[in-house]
T-cell receptor, first 113, second 114 residues
């Protein structure tokens, strides 16, 4: 079954503003990852946060993880037009040999210049 | 050099045909995957291979048969194509199968079944 659900489904902001996307999941996880997908392209890994971490930063990206609420958020600060893309969270679950990454439904971010 | 490359980028074919999508990674990774992305952008894992061995098969119809001749290649063959197979198929790789590695994706193959 689908693991991650993202909110909002679509977000439109002006350049320079911050963008926040949320991800909720259902079962225990080992780590949570965020990916970006530009139109017509493959997904690109942005950041990984482990289940024992609460916050992580990478450049203009800030990710938080609340395992008690089974939720994560991705904050992009000072957004740029080039940040326009779909953003997906993905949860990694361990199940013996069948470790796998399950993707959420994605948030479509449009940054207006 | 493209890290994960898949061909073709676009594939248009008739119902009932058989087609293949090829994938190669030059990252030296041990694990490769096939994902299917539907029209609503939902991305679902189909298969994963670790060092040429099938690890995950997510209840994919047996019309889909992955083949891994070596750990750098994972091809996807689809028999008797159906309208519902229309989607974007992504190949990906990761260093290992421990679940804590990031995935590197190819640019996708858009399959349209008419």
């Amino acid at each position: 079954s689908q693991q991650g659900e993202e909110d909002p489904q679509a977000l439109s902001i002006q350049e320079g503003e911050n963008a926040t996307m949320n991800c909720s999941y259902k079962t225990s996880i080992n780590n949570l990852q965020w990916y970006r997908q530009n139109s017509g392209r493959g997904l690109v890994h942005l950041i990984l946060i482990r289940s024992n971490e609460r916050e992580k930063h990478s450049g203009r990206l800030r990710v938080t993880l609340d395992t008690s609420k089974k939720s994560s958020s991705l904050l992009i600060t000072a957004s740029r037009a080039a940040d326009t893309a779909s953003y997906f969270c993905a949860t990694a679950t361990y199940g013996g040999a069948t470790n796998k990454l399950i993707f959420g439904t994605g948030t479509l971010l449009a940054v207006q210049p | 050099d493209t890290a994960v490359s898949q061909t073709p980028k676009y594939l248009v074919t008739q119902m009932g045909n058989d087609k293949s999508i090829k994938c190669e990674q030059n990252l030296g990774h041990d694990t490769m995957y096939w994902y299917k992305q539907d029209s609503k952008k939902f991305l679902k894992i189909m298969f994963s291979y670790n060092n040429k061995e099938l690890i995950i098969n997510e209840t994919v119809p047996n019309r889909f048969s992955p083949k891994s001749p070596d750990k750098a290649h994972l091809n996807l063959h689809i028999n008797s194509l159906e309208l519902g197979d229309s989607a974007v198929y992504f190949c990906a790789s990761s260093q290992a199968d421990r679940g804590n590695e990031k995935l590197f994706f190819g640019s996708g193959t858009q399959l349209s079944v008419l």
